[in-house]
């Protein structure tokens, strides 16, 4: 079956640290992929999504992703992160030839440190 | 422009009761989905909405049933409500299903 794996569950850093967090998909077509965040006490956002053209992809808050085909991988990244980054991260893919099945990772959450 | 509005915010219900939910979409949106998001856990898709048809399910019993409405509002309905149905309910509009989501602030149920 299609799945969609977040290999951190958890993640401690310190502010000003490098973050990548790892998104996975098990799917050989076409595909859709977001990144979602939800802030403490918030709704789920849109970070960044991916549908075509340049694999490097930049969202909200200076975080981008890159869409790496060749290992069914969109990652997640951010040069130098902040307190204020502490959330919960979600992946999520669209399966474009399977009924636009929308499939989630099970999520990453982000703590950091002051 | 009210983004996604759900109703109610909290609900209270006992094992074999039923619930209704309810959804708003954003303004020009036309379709609707829902999840169930357990705690500590990613949202789990329950089923979508468009031009008043399930267009796909998710692996969830037909316990859960919905609608949608001429003005693209949405209801989740659960029967026999059974203990492991407690969770955060989201809703989420997009516009024809393909494009980002913009979700609600969810109803939590919890079942006693």
């Known amino acids: 079956a299609q799945s969609v794996s977040q290999h951190n569950h958890h993640v401690i850093l310190s502010e000003a640290a490098s973050l990548e967090l790892g998104c996975n998909y098990s799917y050989g077509g076409t595909v859709n992929l977001f990144w979602y965040v939800q802030y403490p006490g918030q709704h789920l956002q849109l970070l960044l999504k991916y549908f075509s053209g340049d694999p490097l992809v930049k969202g909200i808050k200076g975080f981008e992703a890159e869409f790496i085909k060749s290992k069914f991988s969109f990652n997640l990244r951010k040069p130098s992160v902040q307190w204020s980054d502490t959330a919960e991260y979600f992946c999520a893919v669209i399966l474009m030839d399977s009924n636009y099945q929308l499939i989630w990772g099970a999520g990453t959450k982000l703590i950091i440190k002051p | 422009d009210a983004g996604v509005t759900q109703s109610p915010t909290h609900l209270i219900k006992t094992r074999g009761q039923q619930v209704t939910l309810r959804c708003s979409p954003k303004s020009g949106h036309d379709t609707v989905s829902w999840y169930q998001q357990a705690l500590g856990q990613g949202p789990q898709f329950i089923f979508q909405?468009?031009?008043?048809?399930?267009?796909q399910r998710g692996n969830f019993p037909d316990r859960f049933s919905g609608h949608q409405f001429p003005n693209y509002s949405s209801e989740l309905n659960v029967n026999a409500l059974l203990l492991g149905d407690s969770a955060l309910y989201l809703c989420?509009?997009?516009?024809?299903?393909?494009?980002?989501?913009?979700f609600g602030p969810g109803t939590r149920l919890t079942v006693l």
């Open positions: 989420a509009s997009s516009l024809a299903g393909l494009n980002e989501q913009f």
């Open positions: 909405y468009y031009e008043e048809e399930e267009r």
